[in-house]
């Protein structure tokens, strides 16, 4: 089974400043897909950004960016510009063919106006 | 049709007692998922669906869980007798049958058992 390890529990950003939250994961696979999901309080859990094993280039959505190293099993998810609405849980996930998500533990991300 | 809905999205309920969750998904999505989420963790992959076909139920928590999805549309968890320790948040997410889909996630339906 893979594991998806998230050692931050909480972050703590200011308001238009960058943060990063870390992600590593354990697998033997060559061909999977890594994603970020956001999961604010009390409310559903959105994707935020995905990429894909094979791609090389590390995927970006507007503020939000991945530095995937896939030889170290990484995948961080930078937040730039942080906004007040960026404040939740960050959850990195972990998808093989089979379709299933495995989570990490989450990181909390506060933003302080 | 705006995204995955579930029922109800509160329960209480008293420890032995069964209890039975409901997931739409989005209407054009094959696949549906169950997941389970305690308090500070991430999700917890349980089951999942195509079209009205189980694909996997290894990983549902005990023979006190079960899931269907009689017409490949709704689905529902049942959870029997159940126990304090299954007090948790019950997702369901929908999508795609393809390599490439996204799993889109439902409110959730939170669960206390007294």
């Known amino acids: 089974a893979q594991t998806v390890t998230q050692s931050q529990p909480e972050m703590s950003v200011q308001e238009a400043e960058t943060v990063t939250l870390s992600c590593t994961y354990d697998t033997s696979e060559s061909d999977y897909y890594l994603f970020w999901y956001k999961q604010p309080p009390s409310r559903q859990m959105i994707l935020v950004i995905r990429q894909e094993a094979y791609k090389q280039q590390n995927a970006t959505e507007n503020r939000f960016s991945v530095n995937f190293q896939k030889a170290a099993k990484s995948f961080s998810l930078k937040i730039s510009d942080s906004q007040l609405g960026d404040a939740a849980m960050y959850f990195c996930?972990?998808?093989?063919?089979?379709?299933?998500?495995?989570f990490g533990a989450g990181t909390t991300v506060t933003v302080r106006a | 049709d705006t995204g995955v809905s579930q029922d109800p999205r509160h329960k209480i309920t008293k420890r032995g007692q069964n209890v039975t969750f409901r997931c739409d998904p989005i209407?054009?999505?094959?696949?549906l998922y169950w997941y389970r989420q305690t308090l500070g963790q991430g999700p917890e992959f349980l089951t999942y669906f195509q079209n009205e076909a189980q694909l996997e139920k290894s990983r549902l928590l005990s023979d006190r869980f079960s899931a269907e999805r009689p017409k490949g549309s709704f689905s529902t968890l049942e959870i029997q007798r159940t126990e304090q320790g299954d007090s948790a948040m019950y997702l369901c997410a929908s999508s795609f049958a393809s390599v490439n889909n996204e799993q889109f996630f439902g409110p959730g339906t939170r669960l206390t058992v007294l």
């Open positions: 996930a972990y998808r093989s063919r089979d379709y299933k998500l495995s």
């Open positions: 209407s054009e999505h094959n696949r």
